[in-house]
């Protein structure tokens, strides 16, 4: 059974923490992406890649950043943690179509 | 840049009736696909349905159909003999050729099925 894995469901973090979201995909996808999932906004692009070492911005980059450094693994970086970043995450992969989704990680900052 | 509009942010049903749910969207491109994703209470987010649009056919998977209209850019999704299961968080999303993967989101309807 393909799958796309976050590593962490529910996450807890104190503001100005550096925060790392995991996301690991076991189909050989060449492109990844990072979806933030909030009430009444549906979901918002962070960044995606479609390639090792290869980032985008997507429609909300600010405080966040990426590293693909290797081709099943894409990470979402927290750089210093705010209260206003409390959302559920999800992470996508695909090849050229609809993407695979994870599980998601509810994080929230305290 | 596209757009994804759902225009019913809460919808209810009783179980074994259909329902339909819907979407609107626009875009200047020809090439695209259109997709409805189920999102079940704290549950994985999974593909329901796919529309190619330069298909005229409209898609079917078992109980789920979609009413594709290319020129009035409408991309509703019937539910038919609905069934608990089918309770959850119903998202509209928009994908071009030359972007792949990389969809644009309605703000999702959260659909109700009433015993």
């Known amino acids: 059974d393909v799958k796309v894995t976050q590593s962490s469901r529910y996450l807890v973090k104190r503001t100005g923490e550096k925060v790392f979201l995991e996301c690991v995909q076991d189909m050989d996808h060449e492109n990844m992406f990072w979806y933030r999932q909030d009430p009444g906004l549906g979901l918002r692009l962070i960044y995606f890649?479609?390639?090792?070492?290869?980032?985008e911005k997507g429609d909300i980059p600010e405080g966040y950043s990426v590293s693909r450094e290797k081709k099943e693994r894409f990470s979402l970086i927290l750089e210093s943690a705010s209260t206003n970043q409390t959302s559920m995450y999800l992470c996508?992969?695909?090849?050229?179509?609809?993407?695979?989704f994870g599980q998601g990680t509810r994080l929230t900052v305290v | 840049a596209q757009t994804v509009t759902q225009s019913q942010p809460e919808m209810s049903v009783q179980e074994a009736e259909t329902v339909t749910l819907s979407c609107t969207y626009d875009t200047s491109e020809n090439n695209y696909y259109l997709f409805w994703y189920k999102q079940p209470p704290s549950r994985q987010m999974i593909l329901v349905i796919r529309?190619?649009?330069?298909?005229?056919q409209n898609a079917t998977e078992n109980r789920f159909s979609v009413n594709f209209q290319k020129a009035a850019k409408s991309f509703s999704l019937k539910i038919s003999d609905s069934q608990l299961g089918d309770t959850a968080m119903y998202f509209c999303?928009?994908?071009?050729?030359?972007?792949?993967?990389?969809?644009?989101f309605g703000d999702g309807t959260t659909l109700t099925v009433k015993p």
């Open positions: 996508a992969s695909s090849r050229t179509g609809e993407g695979v």
């Open positions: 999303a928009f994908m071009t050729y030359t972007n792949a993967g990389k969809s644009t």
């Open positions: 890649s479609y390639d090792v070492k290869m980032k």
């Open positions: 529309q190619e649009a330069y298909k005229q």
